[in-house]
Structure formats: structure tokens, C-alpha cells
């Protein structure tokens, strides 16, 4: 390969790894132009004083207070949901399936993560029906079965995610723990998992913009336009995600638009913000296994 043949494609590679930057750029900015002028303490509690909103005092109908919790709540309920299953699954697909089980749940995890969210939407609806049939007046669409749809839909991205960092572990690492008297379950434990914890929290940090964007599930499954303050996972419950689908379907004026521009952008502060936890929690967890 020649000089002119490497720095071309050196600088296709730059090329291509900064456009996905630029299209974030262009997106964020876009939002900015369109939504900004609604941003405000009117657009989260509209005409409701703020600390009456924040104590429950009043309930918040013309703002996005409620759709913030909701989101925030469905996000967390999700994960709480996932990533136990999703961690334990990509534990046994690196460290005790065989070749023909990793293969073929490998398989299965892959056409799991690959189908449209709106068949995963449909599933929670018929589940929402059939019990709402056998328990009637008790269950219906809700805040739960959004979070169980959102938890079988984001599994497999834990799954996959948790099963690379593993088997991506160097095997002088992962022979120490046998080498010192420790059990197979004590080496995943005490020195893979730590090892390996930067990734997992990556791939929980991936689940949760997963989580958050997600419009197909919910609509089908418990969110609705009004709702208020979510009071009980038991409940309907408004989104971020379903007023922005909303409110660019069935705006009415040029200013219920811009106030959809406005709740994306929340959207995307409120995911800024999960991620920030997220990161600050993996920072405390690498500091405190350096110990």
C-alpha cells in the first residue's frame, strides 16, 4: 500500500468517524432553532406555580412535569427489569454455554434485538388485553407493562453486550482466580465482572437511550396524552416520547409545535442526564475496585 493510498484512507475513516458527530450537531441545533423560545418554566408546569407542582399540591395537565416523571420513572423501571436477566444471560453465554448453545442463543438474542419495536408493542398490548380479561378492573394499560415491553426489548442488548466484554478477557486475568483456590462462580464475581465493569456500564448506558426513544412500545401499552402525575405503576402515565409523537401528528398551531420541539429537547436533556449518572456511577465503581 502506497503513501497516497494510506492517507486516503486515513482521512475517508476520519471522514465517516466524525459524521455521526456532525448529524448529532445538526439535529441538537436544529432542535435549538425550532424550540428554544418555548423553553421555559411555563412549557414543564404550565400555569401551575412551581412549588406548588414539585410538593403535589396541584396537578400539572398544561405542562411536561408529568411527562418528565413518567419517562424518567419508565426508564428506571426498565432497567431495574433488564439488567439483571440481561447481565446473567451474557454471563452464561460466555462462561458456561457450550459452542451450539452460544450459537444458537446467540441466534435467538439476535432476531430478539432485531425486531421492530412495534411488534414488541403488539405483545404487550395482547398481554394488556388477556389480563385485563382475567383480572377486570384491576389491570389495563399501565406503567408496568411499558416497562416489561421496554425490559424484553433493551435484555438482549445487555445479553450481547455482557457476553463481548468476557469473552474479550485475557487469559493470564482469567486464570488468576483458579490459580488462587477460587470457584468458577468466585472468579466471575470478584475478578471478571470487576474487570469487565467500564463495558457493562457502557452497554447499560446503550439501554438507556434504547429505553428512552422508544414510541412504539409505549403507545401501545399504557402512555396516553394527559394523564397528570403518575401516581402508581398500576396506572397510565404520560411520556416525553408520546407528546413529541403526539403533538407533530395533531398540532394545531405554530405554537403546540414549537412546544413539541421543546419536550424533544427535554428529551434529550433528560437522556443527557441519565447518562451522566451513569458515567459518574462507573467512574465510583472503577475507583472504589482500584481500592
Given amino acids: 500500500m502506497n503513501r497516497i493510498t494510506e492517507r486516503g484512507l486515513v482521512l475517508f475513516c476520519w471522514i ?52 418528565l416523571a413518567g419517562t424518567g420513572l419508565l426508564v428506571i423501571l426498565a432497567l431495574a427489569l433488564a439488567i439483571i436477566p440481561g447481565i446473567c444471560g451474557g454471563i452464561y453465554l460466555a462462561e458456561y454455554s457450550s459452542p451450539k448453545e452460544r450459537r444458537l442463543l446467540g441466534l435467538l438474542f439476535d432476531i430478539i434485538a432485531g425486531l421492530p419495536s412495534i411488534v414488541i408493542g403488539l ?15 384491576r389491570f389495563g394499560p399501565c406503567l408496568l407493562l411499558s416497562a416489561m415491553a421496554l425490559a424484553f426489548l433493551i435484555v438482549p442488548y445487555l445479553v450481547r453486550s455482557t457476553e463481548a466484554s468476557l469473552r474479550s478477557i485475557p487469559l493470564d486475568l482469567r486464570l488468576t482466580g483458579p490459580a488462587l483456590g477460587a470457584s468458577k462462580l468466585q472468579n466471575i464475581v470478584f475478578i471478571l465482572l470487576p474487570a469487565r465493569m467500564n463495558d457493562l456500564i457502557g452497554g447499560i448506558i446503550l439501554a438507556i437511550g434504547r429505553a428512552a426513544e422508544d414510541t412504539a412500545v409505549i403507545m401501545l401499552t399504557g402512555a396516553v396524552a394527559s394523564a397528570g402525575m403518575v401516581r402508581s405503576v398500576l396506572e397510565q402515565y404520560e411520556a416525553l ?10 398540532y394545531s398551531d405554530a405554537a403546540e409545535l414549537q412546544g413539541g420541539f421543546g419536550a424533544a429537547i427535554l428529551l434529550f436533556a433528560l437522556c443527557g442526564l441519565l447518562f451522566l449518572v451513569a458515567i459518574l456511577l462507573e467512574q465510583e465503581v472503577s475507583r472504589r475496585l482500584r481500592r
Wanted: glycine share 10%; no cysteine; aromatic share 12%.
Fill in 241 to 250: 416520547p408520546f407528546y413529541i409523537y403526539y403533538t407533530s401528528s395533531q
Fill in 123 to 137: 405483545a404487550g398490548f395482547a398481554l394488556t388485553i388477556l389480563l385485563h380479561r382475567l383480572y377486570p378492573g
Fill in 16 to 67: 465517516f468517524g466524525l459524521l455521526p458527530l456532525l448529524i448529532l450537531s445538526t439535529v441538537i441545533v436544529y432542535l435549538l432553532i425550532r424550540g428554544s423560545n418555548a423553553l421555559g418554566l411555563e412549557l414543564i408546569f404550565g400555569k401551575v406555580p412551581v412549588l406548588d407542582a414539585l410538593l403535589g399540591h396541584r396537578q400539572v395537565f398544561d405542562g411536561l412535569l408529568p411527562a
